[in-house]
């Protein structure tokens, strides 16, 4: 069963797919749906995913690929009563290197003590050249304890998802399950240190079982004002 807004961004997508083959921005479907947010769409389509009405092309940006719509024009249609659509073109060819993919923007990470990683709904076109292979998220740095590292306030960190870490890799660190930091990643018996690349700070110790590593630096995008 769909959701008046469900249905109504189902079709939106597929009319914009039909008239110029790209799928809408989130920026578009917020206005065609008169909402005042994109986490709302964002909402809608993991919703339109989940009941297989709708699939997102991973690493690349503006890629909805309509799977089936409702049969009829209501929106409480039951699932079962669908009609599949043409298929996309098969599988997509490998992005070059001077590609756009989007990824995911996960607020600010401090470059100084511990700050609380926000979890908004934004995304950041990087060109495709920055990044490895797997799944990357981007954080906006905040802070100066990394400017040895060529890393500064205002930077946005690419990071790669990963649990692990090498010793002296700069890392996504998670504290106490609640405060981000970008640091190096160091090990000191049972012990974490984070190290910054500034010499006016000291390092951070923690017992192993109070930090987690949610990613290692991938690259950095910066933009001038």
Request: proline share 6%; aromatic share 6%; glycine share 8%.
């Amino acid at each position: 069963m769909l959701t008046a807004k469900q249905h109504e961004l189902l079709h939106f997508i597929q009319q914009k797919l039909d008239a110029s083959g790209i799928s809408p921005s989130f920026e578009e479907m917020k206005e065609a749906l008169g909402l005042k947010s994109k986490s709302g769409i964002h909402r809608l389509i993991s919703a339109l995913e989940e009941r297989g009405f709708l699939r997102r092309l991973p690493n690349r940006a503006r890629a909805l690929e309509v799977l089936k719509l409702p049969d009829g024009a209501k929106a409480a249609a039951p699932r079962d009563n669908v009609v599949p659509l043409h298929k996309a073109p098969p599988a997509l060819k490998p992005i070059a290197a001077n590609d756009i993919i989007e990824v995911p923007l996960h607020g600010k990470i401090a470059a100084g003590v511990p700050i609380e990683a926000f979890e908004d709904h934004n995304n950041l076109a990087v060109p495709a050249a920055l990044l490895g292979s797997g799944e990357h998220y981007a954080l906006e740095v905040s802070g100066d304890s990394m400017v040895e590292a060529g890393i500064f306030d205002g930077d946005y960190a690419l990071i790669q998802k990963a649990s692990t870490a090498r010793e002296g890799d700069i890392v996504v660190a998670l504290v106490d399950g609640q405060d981000a930091t970008l640091k190096y990643f160091r090990r000191e018996g049972k012990m974490i240190r984070l190290d910054p690349a500034n010499s006016a700070y000291e390092p951070q110790r923690y017992p192993a079982e109070r930090v987690i590593v949610q990613g290692r630096l991938s690259g950095l995008l910066r933009r001038y004002h």
